[in-house]
């Protein structure tokens, strides 16, 4: 998982995404994309050692994807405010504090050219603490997005803890009055990641040992993301209910 949208700090507004509901024909056109990126899968019967032909495939399988999710993206595409992060740092080092952690001497603050990070607002000696944080506040499974007990069966959940960690953060960016809000509010929303680079970043990697491994990250969350639109389109529970009108690729990844 990728992209976080922010919203703004005010406690007065609903932690929830208000956005156009899309119609039935979009989203029938979206499912319909959806399992076409399921099943875009190249065939693993060459060899696993890299060479010239196995590399060509896994290009030409990311290709494919590729323009799969930009249908996928344009009939998704949510206008919604972003707000710069450091707008909400005010109201996240209260959260903190007013949650048990120990902030003394140190502070949230952005660096040009470097986003935000912490600064230090005095002289700390050799091995002084700077700060604590509660496990309580430690973004995980067991704190946050209970509702996800109700897909814990599922096997990617079951299989792949960081994907039940963006799940749960997801929950938690689109329901009313998480607790969450003040932190999920100054995350970042992009990463320096392959999901990020297009494909003409992307052939810049060819001929690299790594580009093997950036073209099935880029398979993998495009399959992982088409598997959930279905499990939230389809199924009635308390995670689809929160996600169904609102997950997207761009959200998840």
Request: aromatic share 10%; charged share 25%; hydrophobic share 40%.
């Amino acid at each position: 998982m990728g992209r976080r949208k922010s919203h703004g700090s005010s406690k007065s507004k609903q932690h929830v995404t208000h956005q156009r509901q899309l119609s039935l024909a979009k989203r029938n056109e979206i499912n319909a994309l959806c399992e076409k990126l399921f099943v875009c899968e190249y065939a693993f019967h060459t060899a696993l050692s890299i060479n010239s032909a196995y590399v060509t495939q896994l290009w030409d399988n990311y290709v494919e994807i590729s323009t799969i999710l930009e249908k996928v993206k344009r009939l998704e595409e949510m206008k919604t405010e972003s707000p710069k992060r450091s707008q909400g740092i005010g109201q996240f080092i209260n959260w903190l504090k007013e949650n048990g952690a120990n902030l003394d001497g140190a502070s949230v603050a952005e660096f040009p050219g470097y986003d935000l990070g912490l600064k230090a607002e005095r002289n700390f000696q050799e091995n002084e603490l700077i700060l604590r944080i509660p496990r309580g506040l430690i973004f995980s499974t067991h704190n946050a997005a209970p509702e996800l007990i109700a897909i814990l069966n599922d096997p990617l959940i079951q299989h792949m803890p960081q994907v039940a960690l963006a799940i749960a953060l997801l929950i938690e960016r689109h329901k009313e009055n998480s607790k969450w809000k003040p932190y999920l509010d100054i995350l970042p929303t992009t990463y320096m990641t392959v999901l990020y680079m297009t494909a003409a970043d992307m052939i810049e990697l060819k001929g690299s040992p790594t580009l093997e491994a950036a073209l099935k990250q880029c398979r993998n969350i495009a399959r992982q993301y088409s598997y959930f639109n279905k499990v939230f389109q389809n199924n009635n529970n308390a995670v689809s209910a929160i996600l169904r009108d609102v997950f997207t690729y761009e959200r998840y990844w």
